[in-house]
């Protein structure tokens, strides 16, 4: 099996905006990395104030209601106010892509029983978005949970815990459609208290129009 270069720079210490982010190197290939310090416990109190209202039940990726995703959601706009700029802005710098390949942040909250079953992020090939395909995701958590709400990635056997301010991130832009399926990956039920995320989701192409 011939390595292909990944979409991030691997470093143990990424700098953004007068932040140091550490990281750690779950899987290589496929590439998983637990980020520490990505939002500070402001920046998640915030974000969950602001999505709090505007929550609805998850949808899959084909617009459908599912047992396999019984959280609730919301997305931002792009650019919606200077606290998301902000965010998109780190967050694109930290995944290595141009903010024009990212779609609109999207918060989850997820109450006991609530979870999101083994899922690939991608879209399947007679999806009307595979021609620009997600490549990459962070997944930012903005809470710690009492009890349950892992992510786990069943098929490379990772279990990451959800501590606030920290994030996964994964990417599946392979050229080996195998290595992209590694990337399957679920929210486990909450068991006690809630679970909130944030997740960015990365495009192979320009999806945002330019400023
Ligand atoms: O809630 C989680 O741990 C995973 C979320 C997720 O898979 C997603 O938003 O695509
Ligand atoms: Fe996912």
Request: proline share 5%.
């Amino acid at each position: 099996m011939t390595t292909e270069v990944s979409i991030l720079p691997i470093q143990s210490v990424y700098s953004i905006d007068n932040r140091t982010i550490t990281a750690e190197v779950l899987h290589e290939e496929p590439l998983i990395v637990k980020f520490l310090n990505v939002l500070s416990d402001e920046e998640c109190q915030n974000l969950i104030d602001c999505a709090s209202s505007r929550l609805e039940r998850s949808k899959l990726a084909k617009k459908e209601i599912s047992s396999i995703r019984t959280s609730s959601g919301m997305f931002f706009e792009e650019n919606e106010n200077p606290l998301i700029s902000e965010i998109e802005k780190r967050i694109s710098s930290l995944m290595h892509l141009p903010i024009e390949h990212a779609e609109g942040l999207q918060v989850l909250h997820y109450e006991p029983g609530q979870e999101f079953k083994p899922h690939f992020d991608f879209f399947g090939p007679n999806h009307p978005s595979s021609s620009n395909n997600r490549i990459s995701t962070l997944v930012v958590y903005l809470n710690d949970v009492e009890e349950g709400g892992v992510t786990t990635f069943p098929n490379l056997g990772i279990v990451n815990v959800p501590k606030k301010g920290t994030a996964v991130y994964f990417e599946y832009f392979y050229n080996d459609q195998k290595l992209n399926e590694l990337t399957l990956h679920s929210g486990e039920p909450v068991i006690q208290g809630e679970k909130w995320v944030a997740t960015q989701w990365m495009r192979k192409k320009q999806i945002r129009e330019r400023l």
